[in-house]
C-alpha cells in the first residue's frame, strides 16, 4: 500500500498534482484505477478531482483506465469513510448505517456514555470538586479531550 497525503491552502495546484500522482501511479502499475482511494473536504474537489483524473487517462490513451477510475473511491471523507463502513459492516461488527454526528449530537452521546460509567453521586463529587479547585473547567471536558487524544493516538 502506498499512502500520499498532500495538503495545501485552496488554490495552490492540489487537484493538479493529485491528477499527476493519480496518472504517474496508473502508467507505472504502482495503482490499479479501480483500488484508488483518495478523500478531498468537499464534493466539488473530489468531482473535479474524477473529473481531470480521468481526463488526463483519456488524453493518453488510456481509454479502459479511464473507465475502471470510475469504481475507485474518491470522495469526500465522509463519502469515502462511510461507504467503507458500509461494505465491511459486517466484518466490523457495526451498523451499516453509520453517520457523522455534529457537534450537539456528539455531545449528547459523550454524556450518555459517561452516565453509564460515572454513578450520579460521583458525577457530584466531580462538581463539587471542580467548583472548588478549578471552576473555570468542566470534568466533562476533559474526559472529552482524552478521548480525543487517545483517537488521535490509534488508541
Known amino acids: 500500500m502506498n499512502v500520499r497525503i498532500i495538503t495545501a491552502s485552496a488554490g495552490t495546484g492540489k487537484t493538479s ?8 501511479a496508473v502508467a507505472a502499475r504502482r495503482a490499479r484505477p479501480d483500488g484508488i482511494v483518495a478523500t478531498t473536504f468537499t464534493t466539488h474537489a473530489a468531482i473535479e478531482l474524477i473529473e481531470r483524473a480521468r481526463a488526463r487517462l483519456l488524453g493518453r490513451g488510456r481509454v479502459r483506465e479511464a473507465h475502471q477510475l470510475l469504481a475507485a473511491r474518491i470522495g469526500t471523507v465522509n463519502a469515502v469513510c462511510g461507504a467503507l463502513i458500509e461494505e465491511f459492516a459486517f466484518e466490523l ?35 463539587r470538586l471542580g467548583a472548588r479547585f478549578e471552576p473555570e473547567r468542566d470534568w466533562r471536558g476533559e474526559v472529552r479531550r482524552i478521548v480525543e487524544a487517545a483517537r488521535t493516538n490509534g488508541l
Open 93 to 127: 461488527g457495526v451498523s451499516p448505517a453509520a453517520r457523522v454526528l455534529d457537534e450537539a449530537a456528539a455531545e449528547l452521546e459523550l454524556r450518555r456514555a459517561l452516565s453509564r460509567v460515572v454513578s450520579e453521586e460521583r458525577a457530584d463529587e466531580l462538581e
Open 17 to 24: 498534482r493529485l491528477t499527476q500522482e493519480l496518472d504517474d
